[in-house]
């Protein structure tokens, strides 16, 4: 009988500490999930806690420094919660936008009312792939910056099943990937002279005089990265903003009336195949350089507010102030901070 006790005895100990450990894996397991990107509850504002998904991952244009700040306007100012997703290295825990095949946290776009998109020649493994093919299959908006023309490349998994996200896709139905099927464009090319000429946002006269949403107290942008090519925007879009390149990369550089202009911001709307549709933002600016442009803060912010259907509630002048010191790394390759977690970010 004493046997039998302390044999009931020992089983509940040892099954007390298999929870004990359990319990303690799961919450350091927990621990390390949450230190692989960042959110920012939200403040007073129109935007009530719905939830912004802005994913990060570019090797040239410091999304990684550019998506914090926006994210930060969006919950302090405006009332959005919003989360920071990053490219991970698994063997150091630290932001790698050169690491191109992680990206974690994507299960929380299954809670998203917005995705901003800002990611460059990914691509990612199906199980992290499947939450965003889920986003768009639901028709859900997107606000795209810059890269996110060429948001995937797929060269290591040819046979994923989202490798028609691929920019240079020539799958039926998904000819130019991601880029052309979701934002209106892929990839082209550098209509400005990379590195040496900036963008001037030409505010389109049409849409402002029908006093666009987005273009609400938007009076002034202009950005150090050179203006994009585009050939022909898919699906019925709306240009909003062209852009002339300037000689320099100072805001005061003189325009270059020898390049013609070119789209660097509009909306259009798109299909999914279950034939729900999304509104889309898109712009070829957006480096984290690019953002020190109030004008170009207060554009994206308007679009985060359109996008998600909110239009009627963006301000007459939306409150797009940097709360503390704002000083980006240049673009380029190579230069982006090392050594960093995602809490450094916030």
Not at 136 to 155: E, S
Not at 272 to 290: I, L, N, P, Q, Y
Request: proline share 5%; hydrophobic share 35%; with cysteine.
């Amino acid at each position: 009988m004493k046997c039998k006790k302390a044999s009931v005895t020992r089983a509940a100990v040892c099954c007390g500490l298999f929870f004990f450990f359990l319990s303690v894996n799961m919450e350091t397991a927990l621990g390390q999930e949450g230190k692989q990107w960042i959110s920012y509850e939200p403040g007073t504002g129109p935007g009530n806690g719905k939830h912004i998904v802005l994913v990060s991952g570019d090797e040239e244009y410091r999304s990684e420094e550019a998506l914090p700040l926006l994210a930060s306007i969006l919950a302090e100012k405006h009332g959005f919660k919003t989360t920071v997703l990053f490219a991970i290295n698994p063997e150091t825990g630290n932001v790698d936008p050169e690491y191109q095949t992680n990206i974690p946290g994507l299960a929380q776009l299954r809670s998203a009312d917005l995705m901003v998109l800002f990611t460059r020649f990914r691509e990612l493994p199906d199980e992290q792939m499947k939450y965003i093919h889920e986003y768009i299959a639901a028709g859900k908006p997107v606000v795209g910056l810059r890269t996110a023309t060429h948001a995937f490349n797929y060269k290591r998994n040819t046979d994923s099943p989202y490798a028609k996200y691929d920019f240079r896709s020539e799958k039926e139905g998904w000819e130019g990937g991601f880029g052309r099927q979701i934002l209106g464009e892929t990839w082209i090319d550098h209509h400005g002279v990379h590195g040496e000429e900036g963008t001037r946002g030409l505010i389109d006269g049409i849409e402002e005089r029908k006093e666009h949403p987005i273009l609400q107290g938007v009076h002034d942008i202009w950005g150090p990265t050179d203006v994009y090519g585009v050939t022909e925007l898919d699906g019925d879009p709306e240009v909003l903003v062209w852009g002339q390149s300037t000689a320099g990369l100072r805001p005061e550089a003189p325009l270059n009336w020898e390049k013609s202009i070119m789209p660097v911001a509009w909306t259009r709307e798109y299909s999914s195949a279950s034939g729900k549709s999304g509104r889309v933002f898109a712009t070829t600016m957006g480096a984290a350089v690019d953002l020190k442009s109030e004008g170009l803060r207060r554009l994206l912010v308007n679009a985060c507010y359109w996008a998600a259907g909110m239009e009627d509630e963006i301000p007459d002048q939306s409150d797009v102030s940097i709360n503390g010191e704002y000083n980006p790394t240049m673009f380029g390759f190579g230069d982006h901070r090392k050594g960093l977690a995602p809490s450094d970010f916030k």
